[in-house]
């Protein structure tokens, strides 16, 4: 069954530097997603990725972060200076159409700022 | 803004049925999920409604309310394997927005 991939599965970094989390969706898949979970607190929404552009985005994706769909396969997270707060798990999900489908969700790649 | 309820914990004994229920006040609707999820890895799909009614797969069903903003999941014949977290979520635009989840223990 196909299903969304994630590297790397853990990412410890220092502070103010920059990470790039990456995703292989679902290969016929159109709209790209990512969230986020704090240790003990919800799914987050951050960002929705759709015909390589952004779709909509929450609140907490400020300026420190972007998305890309580098080639026809991958999609990626790069947050630009990590803080202490970005300490999450961050997952990627996949959807095949607008309506009536779901998101699968890849394993998710937790981060670690030090 | 979204707003989704859910019970924090529920415990129930083995072969037993449990029902998580779950309100939402969100501006905007297009379908509710349940998600499962166990600690430390992703949520995993269980159902899907967007029109009233009951929907059912197995040992899951969903039900929806869109009137009352309220949905439920029942999960039948409890295993331990289903000690998890059980999200729900609503679907508005292009995002889903989670409850906090309801961690159910399921006791031999």
């Known amino acids: 069954e196909p299903e969304v991939t994630q590297t790397p599965s853990h990412q410890v970094t220092q502070m103010g530097q920059e990470v790039i989390l990456r995703c292989v969706p679902i290969?016929?898949?159109?709209?790209f997603y990512w969230y986020r979970q704090i240790l003990g607190q919800k799914v987050e929404f951050l960002v929705s990725f759709y015909n390589n552009e952004i779709s909509e985005k929450s609140e907490i994706f400020d300026d420190q972060f972007s998305v890309e769909r580098p080639d026809g396969s991958n999609f990626t997270l790069k947050i630009r200076s990590t803080k202490l707060e970005d300490s999450a798990m961050y997952f990627c999900?996949?959807?095949?159409?607008?309506?009536?489908?779901?998101?699968?969700f890849g394993p998710g790649t937790r981060l670690t700022v030090l | 803004g979204q707003n989704i309820d859910q019970p924090t914990e529920m415990t129930a004994t083995e072969g037993a049925i449990v029902q998580i229920n779950c309100t939402y006040q969100t501006s905007g609707f297009n379908g509710l999920f349940w998600y499962q999820q166990h600690a430390g890895e992703a949520p995993t799909f269980l159902s899907y409604n967007v029109l009233d009614g009951l929907e059912e797969k197995g040992r899951f069903s969903s039900f929806l309310s869109r009137s009352k903003g309220y949905s439920y999941l029942l999960l039948k014949e409890l295993q331990m394997k289903d000690s998890a977290s059980y999200l729900c979520a609503v679907r508005s635009d292009y995002k889903l927005s989670f409850g906090a989840g309801t961690t159910v223990t399921v006791r031999a």
């Open positions: 999900a996949s959807q095949g159409r607008p309506e009536g489908d779901t998101q699968y």
């Open positions: 290969s016929n898949h159109l709209y």
